[in-house]
């Protein structure tokens, strides 16, 4: 019988990367792969197949419940896979590796740093070991587990996607309060960094001198150079709103009693109505998106992008606004790229949704734990 080498059983897992011993096992061989995307409030547990294939559309929701404590959080993720596996008439059995995305940042590789999400407590929480040792109880043996940034998890579904098979290497921004960006490689997997920062692309400097020569942004990390993501997402807006308000005098929000976050949260919605203020704005951030995305395509040179966040949900948004968003990412980058990429670029928008962290980190497990077929 044909044989792969397969990653078991962790042996090591203090502070560093687990190790992991070798075992064979048959190619033929079948099996599940189930991921967990701790939130904020919700974790959710989504599988795939060993092929790839999602097992379920449907995620399994459970209280993250960090107010609790650690153990409580570890409660909710193991409810979630044992209401997963029960939904879909699945057990433990079957599950030959298991993924966590959560948000950093780390300390080191599975070790929680001072996080503003979650309760003081929780610096220094070695949740990859913990974790691990839940699953063994619940599975009745140990079951790899791989541990990382959601962000990227998330853009490793998009990419599994959007390459179908193929090799290829795939940018994400996912603009949002903050700018998630990730590059997922042509094996699938993301790009994570020496100090487990991850790409954090969204605190990069934007060429201010191609946006109108707009003045350096605040940004939420501190830099005063002028963060991509001050340009890009809701949490620069209101400074957005400040640039371009004295351009439309008239316009009802200039003399609105609305607070400065009632204002820029309507822009959203004008947009769709055909505003212009608001259209100026987002075609702003998308000229300031365009720009970022050719400045890191010189770098990375892959051939897929995908944008996900609010502007490109279609139950926020009209698909005439969707596709004017895409078009001026589209125009602002592509006097800055090479021919060859400009022909083959490929701009698309995210469609896994909430799927898509959870979905990632399974199929970061199967990646790393699974046969190769
Ligand atoms: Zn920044």
Request: charge should be neutral; include cysteine; proline fraction near 6%.
């Amino acid at each position: 019988m044909d044989c792969g080498l397969a990653l078991s059983r962790p042996t090591a897992s203090v502070g560093t990367r687990t190790q992991f011993r070798l075992r064979p096992i048959p190619m033929s061989e079948t099996g599940i792969f189930l991921g967990t995307d701790s939130g904020a409030t919700t974790s959710k547990t989504g599988g795939i197949r060993a092929d790839g294939s999602l097992i379920s559309h449907k995620l399994r929701q459970s209280s993250t419940n960090s107010q609790a404590g650690r153990e409580a959080v570890i409660r909710g993720w193991i409810d979630g896979v044992n209401g997963f596996l029960a939904e879909n008439n699945l057990t433990w059995s079957q599950v030959h590796g298991v993924g966590l995305a959560i948000p950093g940042p780390y300390q080191s590789y599975g070790v929680m740093g001072r996080s503003a999400n979650l309760p003081a407590s929780f610096e220094g929480w070695n949740f990859h070991a913990d974790y691990g040792r839940a699953i063994a109880d619940a599975a009745g043996r140990a079951i790899p587990l791989v541990v990382g940034n959601d962000g990227n998890y998330g853009g490793v579904a998009e990419a599994h996607r959007v390459r179908a098979g193929r090799k290829a290497g795939v940018l994400m921004f996912a603009p949002g309060s903050g700018l998630g960006c990730a590059y997922v490689d042509p094996n699938g997997l993301p790009l994570d960094g020496d100090t487990l920062n991850g790409m954090e692309g969204g605190h990069m400097p934007a060429p201010l001198h191609l946006l109108g020569h707009v003045h350096p942004f605040r940004c939420g990390c501190g830099r005063d150079w002028g963060c991509v993501e001050a340009y890009t997402t809701i949490s620069g807006l209101p400074q957005l709103l400040e640039v371009f308000l004295p351009k439309h005098p008239r316009h009802p929000l200039a003399s609105s009693t609305l607070t400065p976050k009632e204002k820029v949260l309507s822009l959203r919605t004008l947009a769709q109505k055909g505003d212009p203020l608001a259209l100026d704005i987002f075609d702003f951030q998308a000229r300031a998106l365009g720009l970022h995305l050719a400045n890191l395509l010189i770098a990375l040179d892959c051939e897929f992008v995908v944008i996900g966040g609010g502007l490109i949900d279609p139950e926020a948004t009209t698909a005439e606004f969707r596709e004017r968003y895409l078009r001026g990412i589209r125009a602002a980058a592509e006097p800055y790229l090479w021919p060859t990429q400009r022909d083959k670029l490929q701009i698309v928008p995210a469609t896994l949704g909430e799927l898509s962290q959870a979905i990632g980190a399974a199929l970061v497990a199967l990646y790393q734990f699974g046969a190769k077929v």
